[in-house]
């Protein structure tokens, strides 16, 4: 099949160069200017309201006989994709030409989390560094996401209270049956790679080359999750709820039902609606190292440097834990920040021993591994460490804002927490050169798998 991309390549050229990353009443602001200057062509539409009440507003664009559903923030601190559907929505609502040629009629979502996103605004403007980011990262426990809160029944699993946000997905979802489904996720910290609901080998190289475009690289180490499975490189089937509990399931002692407190993905919705939709997702990080996609032969086996992962999380995890004991009977308010360590520090524990036992068992890491994967193990892992540090020094700090009672101790363990996350953050940047990615650049990766995607389903004529 061949690929018209005259009008993908001279759209991204479109871009603008993004200094820093909206605020969502940036991006409120915009999408209502946006429907004021073309009333003809773009509908604002509120189609549901966050827990705080504050609604969520989708723009429509474009008369095709198949219609596209993009949402961004479904994880509140992935704001890429609100600036793709910021240019994107702009671009369609002002050029005809590009509008005709996707074929497609355009439902988007630029913030789906309002509330969590708002928590993460504390880095949209920089500086771009690991550190500042750990230090205002906010993402909630897996029930409260809008991407994992879809109702499931699987096994002993079942999940019956999306919270309204994913109430507002599964109404687009529902009322407008969409052929295309794009849940805009980004990473922290590592390389492009893709979800796709189903094979589609003449889309993976299009996806890979998007990415290699961009100056982009791609991400070549361990997979997001060990039960993924790789279609391609960096390409990857998308995964569900019912992976998950099976490798739980598998490799723990304990009933998956009671460790999964969350629910579904939009995928394992969307296609229960609409069985033949085409779901993608394309994941790409703010700060990446070269070694990323280095698949040259290291030093170490792999099961060695999976197991030694496990034990930086399992070092990291016993910190805080012994650092929340410390705090526990002190935080008599309550907090988004607690509701999250709460839940992390309650799953991690069966989480490590699952990740250990598959580790343990499995015949494909008897190999050595490659630079990537072992650059992923020994340092991309302590960069997520450090994100649960920076969620509880905010959790300590929301405790003080509120009141002046036991000041003393909890200004002791946040000095604890803060040196560590500074240790912890002196190793990282010991061990890397990491570069930071223009958003423009990421947000032109996102775009082009979108419409390189919209071509393809375009010129099948709707066969998906």
Request: charged share 30%; hydrophobic share 35%.
């Amino acid at each position: 099949m061949k690929f018209d991309f005259s009008f993908v390549d001279r759209t991204i050229r479109d871009i603008p160069d993004y200094g820093e990353f909206l605020t969502v009443e940036e991006l409120n602001q915009s999408s209502a200017e946006l429907a004021h200057e073309y009333p003809s062509v773009v509908e604002l539409s509120t189609v549901g309201r966050s827990r705080a009440g504050d609604p969520i507003q989708a723009l429509i664009i474009g008369k095709g006989k198949q219609t596209a559903f993009l949402f961004g923030t479904p994880h509140p601190n992935e704001p890429i994709g609100a600036m793709m559907i910021e240019f994107l929505s702009r671009k369609l609502a002002e050029d005809k030409e590009f509008r005709e040629w996707t074929g497609f009629r355009w439902i988007m979502i630029k913030c789906a989390d309002l509330d969590g996103t708002r928590l993460n605004e504390g880095w949209f403007k920089g500086p771009f560094t690991p550190l500042h980011y750990a230090k205002n990262f906010y993402r909630p426990p897996s029930f409260q996401q809008v991407e994992w809160s879809f109702p499931i029944s699987y096994k002993k699993l079942k999940f019956t209270s999306p919270i309204p946000e994913t109430e507002a997905i599964m109404n687009v979802i529902n009322r407008e049956k969409p052929a295309f489904m794009y849940s805009l996720h980004n990473a922290g910290f590592g390389g492009a790679y893709y979800y796709v609901n189903k094979p589609c080998e003449p889309l993976y190289e299009r996806y890979r080359k998007g990415a290699i475009a961009q100056g982009v690289p791609l991400h070549l180490g361990e997979p997001e999750m060990p039960y993924a499975k790789q279609l391609s490189k960096a390409v990857y089937l998308m995964p569900s709820i019912k992976d998950n509990y099976d490798y739980l399931e598998e490799y723990t002692s304990k009933n998956p039902a009671e460790l999964i407190k969350g629910g579904a993905g939009s995928t394992d919705y969307a296609r229960r609606v609409v069985p033949d939709i085409f779901s993608l997702v394309c994941e790409v990080p703010y700060f990446y190292d070269p070694r990323i996609e280095d698949l040259n032969k290291s030093d170490v086996k792999r099961r060695d440097a999976v197991l030694d992962s496990v034990e930086l999380s399992s070092e990291i995890f016993n910190f805080l834990q012994k650092q929340y004991k410390g705090v526990r009977n002190l935080l008599s308010t309550p907090s988004k920040f607690r509701e999250a360590i709460e839940e992390n520090l309650r799953v991690m524990p069966e989480n490590l021993e699952a990740k250990r036992n598959w580790a343990e068992s499995s015949e494909e890491l008897e190999k050595l591994a490659t630079v990537s994967q072992k650059f992923d193990n020994y340092v991309i892992r302590r960069f997520y460490g450090m994100l649960s540090f920076g969620m509880f020094i905010r959790m300590i700090d929301y405790q003080l804002q509120c009141t002046n009672r036991e000041k003393e101790k909890l200004e002791k363990v946040k000095l604890q927490v803060e040196k560590e996350l500074e240790k912890q953050n002196e190793k990282l940047l010991k061990d890397l050169k990491y570069k930071v990615i223009p958003i423009k650049k990421l947000v032109a990766v996102q775009l082009a798998a979108a419409l390189t995607t919209v071509d393809y389903l375009r010129k099948r004529g709707g066969d998906r």
